[in-house]
């Protein structure tokens, strides 16, 4: 069964306070939670791993695992093909938008 923490719990863990936590709450941010009725409210801790993660800054880069670049070149080439063929404009333009972000993402270099 997955842990799950309390408002508290998670207040304690990320040396915040609990209204800090309802702030983000509000704003959207800050790890996702599960409502409870109306008042109890509750962190998993997959969720609370997860946005630490996001957070994490500095340190050495992560290298990027073999083959990578040559499957995203193949997948966004694949990508500017589909979107060539006779298809729903909306979806021709989510395929569009999907190639462009690969093709963003090999630009930036290793």
């Known amino acids: 069964m997955t842990k799950r923490m309390t408002e ?10 609990t209204r800090t936590l309802q ?3 509000r704003a959207g941010i800050g790890p996702a939670f599960i409502r ?11 969720d609370v791993l997860a946005y630490e993660e996001s957070k994490l800054e500095g340190g050495a880069p992560v290298a990027e695992p ?3 670049r040559q499957a995203m070149k193949r997948a966004a080439s694949f990508l500017d ?3 060539k063929w006779k298809i729903q404009s909306d979806t021709k333009a989510r395929i ?3 190639s ?7 630009e930036k270099k290793p």
Do not use: F, H, M, P
């Open 81 to 83: 093909q589909i979107a």
């Open 36 to 46: 409870i009725g109306q008042n109890t409210i509750r962190y998993r801790e997959e």
């Open 8 to 17: 508290v719990d998670l207040a304690k863990r990320l040396e915040i306070s």
């Open 96 to 98: 569009q938008t999907l």
């Open 100 to 106: 462009a972000d690969l093709k963003r993402l090999l």
């Open 66 to 68: 073999e083959g990578w």
């Open 23 to 25: 702030q983000w709450r």
